[in-house]
């Protein structure tokens, strides 16, 4: 009863609580920053593109995204370091192709990011 | 301040359905498949027409159906094997499981029907079911699929509403018409 008093008259504590709750969100299993890697429009596109298609081709993705060969190229890089997105190349008719394909870890990210999303909307909404 | 983090979020939401919305557009329905479908369908309306007897006019609408089925499941895999996608990757997957339950009603009602008095609801059971299906479906597929749908619906609530004698024709207009005009949207505009 005591809490709940100290809850109303000072909305503090509750509102750290919520933010401590949103921030532990923001670290990935292995300890890395996932959200500022996919807090860019290309590499988010990128990887929620990859969540809804068993794979996309580089020109798909060019497509689909509206991004410049070297800017998709650098972010589709990023996202393969992190482990979130798996490169394969190939030849198509005597053509090179490049496709990609999330992995568990990419989705789980996007998940979590999805999630974290949806949390800073309830902790604001809250707020206002 | 939290207005703007919310604002944030929000549009972060939004960009990512959008994201998912198109890239889900590129995989699964072909709508080559559907304009065979409708080409089918224009076909056993026009081998119909000159059939005196309902249960032999519906009898070749069911054949038509699993031979327009077999187009249409031929059409998207070839487009899955054009685009190196799998056809029973998680679209295609999703899009079945919403499309399948409403066909297999329509089995059940066609066979119970069949033999009985009400046989003349059929026609527009048959395009009110697979508008259901195909809306239900459609959520996993270019809008046009979705729209289809819809317009399904409205078709088989014609059917119910007009005579009886209409029905080959209302037939011929949504299997044929439809599948040819919203295919042609899918082969368009959305990757074959």
């Given at each position: 009863m005591a809490v709940k008093a100290s809850k109303d008259s000072d909305p503090a504590p509750s509102r750290s609580r919520s933010l401590q709750a949103i921030s532990?969100?923001?670290?990935?299993?292995?300890?890395?920053?996932f959200h500022k890697l996919l807090n860019d429009r290309v590499r988010l596109g990128i990887l929620s593109s990859l969540a809804v298609s068993d794979r996309l081709s580089f020109s798909e993705l060019k497509k689909l995204l509206e991004a410049t060969d070297g800017n998709l190229s650098v972010h589709a890089r990023k996202l393969e370091d992190a482990g979130y997105v798996r490169c394969e190349k190939m030849f198509a008719d005597r053509h090179p192709k490049t496709e990609y394909r999330i992995t568990k870890a990419g989705r789980s990210a996007l998940d979590r990011y999805l999630k974290h999303m949806e949390a800073l909307i309830r902790v604001t909404s809250r707020e206002r | 301040m939290p207005i703007d983090i919310q604002n944030q979020a929000e549009d972060n939401l939004r960009f990512i359905r959008s994201a998912m919305e198109r890239a889900e557009r590129v995989s699964a329905v072909s709508g080559a498949g559907a304009m065979a479908m409708g080409g089918i369908a224009v076909t056993a309306m026009a081998l119909s027409a000159?059939?005196?007897s309902l249960h032999t006019r519906l009898l070749i609408w069911i054949a038509t159906a699993f031979l327009a089925g077999g187009a249409g499941a031929a059409g998207s895999w070839i487009k899955a094997r054009r685009n190196n996608l799998?056809?029973?990757g998680d679209p295609g997957r999703r899009f079945l499981l919403c499309l399948i339950p409403a066909l297999l009603v329509g089995v059940v009602l066609t066979v119970s029907l069949l033999p009985t008095q009400q046989v003349g609801l059929l026609p527009g059971l048959w395009m009110m079911l697979y508008g259901a299906g195909v809306l239900a479906a459609g959520t996993y597929a270019a809008a046009p699929v979705m729209h289809m749908g819809g317009a399904f619906l409205v078709a088989g609530l014609f059917a119910h509403a007009l005579?009886?004698?209409w029905s080959n024709v209302l037939l011929g207009l949504a299997f044929g018409g439809l599948h040819l005009y919203f295919g042609y949207q899918v082969y368009r505009h959305h990757g074959g």
């Amino acid at each position: 009863m005591a809490v709940k008093a100290s809850k109303d008259s000072d909305p503090a504590p509750s509102r750290s609580r919520s933010l401590q709750a949103i921030s532990g969100f923001v670290a990935d299993d292995k300890g890395g920053d996932f959200h500022k890697l996919l807090n860019d429009r290309v590499r988010l596109g990128i990887l929620s593109s990859l969540a809804v298609s068993d794979r996309l081709s580089f020109s798909e993705l060019k497509k689909l995204l509206e991004a410049t060969d070297g800017n998709l190229s650098v972010h589709a890089r990023k996202l393969e370091d992190a482990g979130y997105v798996r490169c394969e190349k190939m030849f198509a008719d005597r053509h090179p192709k490049t496709e990609y394909r999330i992995t568990k870890a990419g989705r789980s990210a996007l998940d979590r990011y999805l999630k974290h999303m949806e949390a800073l909307i309830r902790v604001t909404s809250r707020e206002r | 301040m939290p207005i703007d983090i919310q604002n944030q979020a929000e549009d972060n939401l939004r960009f990512i359905r959008s994201a998912m919305e198109r890239a889900e557009r590129v995989s699964a329905v072909s709508g080559a498949g559907a304009m065979a479908m409708g080409g089918i369908a224009v076909t056993a309306m026009a081998l119909s027409a000159g059939v005196e007897s309902l249960h032999t006019r519906l009898l070749i609408w069911i054949a038509t159906a699993f031979l327009a089925g077999g187009a249409g499941a031929a059409g998207s895999w070839i487009k899955a094997r054009r685009n190196n996608l799998s056809f029973s990757g998680d679209p295609g997957r999703r899009f079945l499981l919403c499309l399948i339950p409403a066909l297999l009603v329509g089995v059940v009602l066609t066979v119970s029907l069949l033999p009985t008095q009400q046989v003349g609801l059929l026609p527009g059971l048959w395009m009110m079911l697979y508008g259901a299906g195909v809306l239900a479906a459609g959520t996993y597929a270019a809008a046009p699929v979705m729209h289809m749908g819809g317009a399904f619906l409205v078709a088989g609530l014609f059917a119910h509403a007009l005579p009886e004698r209409w029905s080959n024709v209302l037939l011929g207009l949504a299997f044929g018409g439809l599948h040819l005009y919203f295919g042609y949207q899918v082969y368009r505009h959305h990757g074959g």
